[in-house]
Nanobody, 117 residues
């Protein structure tokens, strides 16, 4: 069964950095585009970033360009999200998800990121 497990969240001061990881298992990861999403308190789910199968094509939400970097290591079955210059509005639960055909069909349980000002 496909599983995605996020880690690396925590409490950080504004201006700081965190790197999230998403361990992928139960499927052939180098056949899938993978993405990151987040959900801030009281708000809806927001797409953050996506990365192609080979990692050569990345996309970001406009508001996050320049601060967040997505990457993947298919040899380690792991997706990453490097987050720099964090702001209080980045506080959210962050999720990784697998893209299949026309939807994100598998999701992790999420990891909490809290940015203190």
């Amino acid at each position: 069964e496909a599983q995605l497990v996020e880690s690396g969240g925590g409490l950080v001061q504004a201006g700081g950095s965190l790197r999230l990881s998403c361990l992928l298992s139960g499927f052939t990861i180098d056949r899938y585009t993978i993405g990151w999403f987040r959900q801030a308190p009281g708000k809806g789910l927001e797409w953050v970033s996506g990365i192609s199968i080979g990692g050569d094509n990345t996309n970001y939400a406009d508001s996050l360009k320049g601060r967040f970097t997505i990457s993947r290591d298919n040899t380690k079955n792991t997706l990453y999200l490097q987050m720099n210059s964090l702001k209080s509005e980045d506080t959210a639960v962050y999720y990784c998800a697998r893209w299949k055909t026309y939807e994100y069909d598998k999701w992790g349980q999420g990891t909490q990121v809290t940015v203190s000002s």
